[in-house]
Every structure is written in structure tokens, then in C-alpha cells.
């Protein structure tokens, strides 16, 4: 019962502390004329300040610091992290964090070279191997079990390079980021409790105690009185990093009592599959018609449920309940399917899927002309 108020006090002081801070953001975006600017490719028709991932590192860490603080000081830090390998793992993940706040606002404010982005994208996807986690077990996906370090660190930082990239393209409408990420924080959050691994829990839920006023924000915000706000790159790249770290650390077999670890590779990319699949089909996508694969355009999965006649809002509530029953099935069915078919199932009902509705776009162009 005291973890789970630890958690729960971690959880409701994000949430103050991001209630507090994006107000006083969205004022010197206004004074300072801190505004993303309407275009061809943007679904805003206002200029709208992208500053609110500004909120997000700095809130999280000193909630994690001052919450951890407490439990130190009252003699129950062991109740969080038990291990020197699960401190460690938060150290070089505030590392790596840091390097991606600087970067972010500063991409934010002037813009940065995407080859400078990815120079340090994969600066920091280091830091998760030199904590000490990696890809270490398929468990029989694609009937791959164990693989050594030499494979599972350039697997590792490929994965987080590719997971930060694929949360910052899906942030193209309101509320669809932030709202993907707090259904993967939601699951790796319970997970972490089930599985007794707090600081992992209060990792989560602090994230996501975060994200609930940006979300407001983001969603409900009213652009002609100031009031909305996006995340821009700092946000998505932070939420990126930070569920990477969430994936690969409840992914690796570390071969602790209690935990079990069947499926443990599907679980933990379920939550995150509807962004890191559509990056995928839309790189194959340009691929194909012979355009360069980083030139952004509009063949993101939102973008298809615009192009259906859905508003922004409906769009993003579509695309969170297909994510949320992705997850739930995979859950469900990991124990009674094998690894391999399951996840193929995965993609089959996601290919179908786009499949069936650029048909939809389709009739609904001819039907126009």
C-alpha cells in the first residue's frame, strides 16, 4: 500500500506542477510571438505556440527527484529501486533526456539540421546500453530466443532511435501523441506494478501525470484567446525516449523471480504500435514512389481519417481506441497464440486496415469529381 501512494503522490504532484507551468508558457509565447506558423501541410489554421514539451523534462525530473527524495529521507528508498542496476538506469536515462531537451528547444525556437537530430538521437540511444539494457531475448518471435550483447546493443539503439522518431511524426493532430503516449505510459505503468518494479510504475504514471494539462490544452485550447498550445519537438522527442527506455527496460530478461516473461516482447511493443507501424508503411510508401523517405506529406494514418471527412478531434478518438484494442488483444491473446503468428496477425489487421480505408478515400474522391 505504501508503493502504491508513492506512485499516486508522484502521479498528482506532475499533474499540479504541469497545470502550473504551461499557463506562464503559453504567456511569454504571447509576449514573445513563440508561435508555429499555419501551413500547406498543417492541419492549424491559427498560430499556435509548440513550446509545451518545454513542461515536460523539467517537471518530470524534479517530481522523480523530490518524490525519491522523501522516500530516502524516511528510510523506504529501497521500496522503489532495490537494485543499483534500476538507479543507475534512471541516471542515464535523465542523461539522455537532457541532451534531448537542449536539442528539442532549441529545434523548436530556431530549428536544427535533422542530420544534427539524429547525431544526437543516437547519442543518447547509448545511454540505455551503458546502463545496462538491451535487447537480450526474442522469446521466440520469429523463433529467435537469446541473442548476445553484440547484436542486442545496435538492436537497442536502432529500437530507440526508431520509437523517438515514430512518437514525434505521429504528433500531426491534437490530443494524438500525448493521447498514444498516456495509453503506453497507462500500460507499462500496470505493468510495472503487477511486476513490483516501482520506479518503472512512478516513472509512468509521472509522465502521464504530466501530459493530462498539455492535453487539455492541446485538445479543448482556444487559439484566438492564446489558450492552446502544441508540444513541438521537445515534447515528442522527451515522450519518445522515455517510452523507449519503458519498452526495452519490461523487454529485457533480466531473470528476476515473480516476472514472468512469456510474451513480454509483444506486450511492450503492442502500446506502441499503431505509431511505429504507420512510420513503416509510410517510409515503404515513399520509398515506392520514388521520394526521399524523411521529406514529410500527408500519408500519416491521421491524415487518412482527415481525408475520410473526420474532424481533428474524432480522427484522434478513432486512432486511440484502435491503438487501446490493439494493445488489449495483444494481451489477451499472448498466452493462448504463438509470438510469431500473433504479431503477424498484428500487421495483417493493419495492412487490411489502411488497405480499407485508402479505398474509402478513394470513392469518396470519385464521388466528388
Not at 523517405?293 to 474524432?314: V, W
Request: glycine residues 8%; contains cysteine; positive net charge.
Amino acid at each position: 500500500m505504501q508503493n502504491h501512494l508513492i506512485v499516486l503522490s508522484g502521479f498528482f504532484i506532475a499533474v499540479i506542477l504541469s497545470r502550473v507551468i504551461i499557463p506562464r508558457i503559453l504567456i511569454i509565447s504571447l509576449r514573445k510571438r513563440l508561435f508555429d506558423a499555419p501551413d500547406v501541410r498543417k492541419v492549424h489554421k491559427k498560430p499556435v505556440s509548440r513550446l509545451g514539451g518545454v513542461s515536460f523534462f523539467p517537471a518530470i525530473l524534479f517530481t522523480l527527484t523530490l518524490v525519491t527524495g522523501f522516500c530516502v529521507i524516511r528510510d523506504f528508498g529501497n521500496t522503489l529501486a532495490d537494485t543499483i542496476d534500476h538507479w543507475t538506469q534512471m541516471l542515464f536515462l535523465c542523461s539522455g533526456l537532457t541532451l534531448l531537451f537542449i536539442v528539442g528547444i532549441a529545434d523548436d525556437l530556431i530549428g536544427v539540421r535533422y542530420r544534427q537530430k539524429f547525431l544526437v538521437q543516437i547519442i543518447v540511444s547509448a545511454m540505455l546500453p551503458l546502463s545496462g539494457l538491451y535487447l537480450n531475448d526474442f522469446y521466440g518471435l520469429f523463433g529467435i530466443h537469446e541473442i548476445p550483447s553484440c547484436i542486442g546493443i545496435p538492436l537497442t539503439m536502432l529500437l530507440t532511435v526508431f520509437i523517438t522518431n515514430a512518437v514525434n511524426l505521429i504528433d500531426g493532430i491534437d490530443g494524438l501523441a500525448s493521447g498514444l503516449s498516456m495509453v503506453a505510459l497507462l500500460a507499462f505503468g500496470v505493468l510495472a506494478v503487477m511486476d513490483v518494479r516501482w520506479m518503472s510504475a512512478l516513472l509512468s504514471f509521472t509522465t502521464m501525470g504530466v501530459l493530462l494539462p498539455f492535453f487539455y490544452y492541446n485538445v479543448f485550447g482556444n487559439a484566438d484567446r492564446g489558450r492552446k498550445i502544441f508540444m513541438g519537438d521537445t515534447g515528442s522527442l522527451t515522450l519518445g525516449y522515455i517510452l523507449s527506455f519503458l519498452t526495452v527496460q519490461y523487454t529485457m530478461n533480466t531473470y528476476e523471480e515473480g516476472i514472468n516473461y512469456e510474451g513480454a516482447m509483444l506486450i511492450s511493443f503492442s502500446v506502441l504500435l499503431v505509431p511505429c507501424l504507420d512510420v513503416i508503411r509510410v517510409v515503404l510508401g515513399r520509398v515506392r514512389r520514388g521520394k526521399d523517405p524523411f521529406m514529410p506529406d500527408k500519408t500519416h494514418i491521421h491524415h487518412k481519417f482527415l481525408a475520410l471527412g473526420f474532424t481533428p478531434r474524432r480522427a484522434m478518438i478513432s486512432i486511440l481506441c484502435i491503438s487501446f484494442l490493439f494493445c488489449v488483444c495483444n494481451v489477451v491473446l499472448v498466452s493462448c497464440l504463438n509470438n510469431t503468428v500473433l504479431f503477424l496477425c498484428d500487421v495483417v489487421v493493419w495492412t487490411l486496415m489502411n488497405l480499407y480505408i485508402s479505398r474509402l478515400i478513394s470513392r469518396r474522391n470519385s464521388s466528388e469529381v
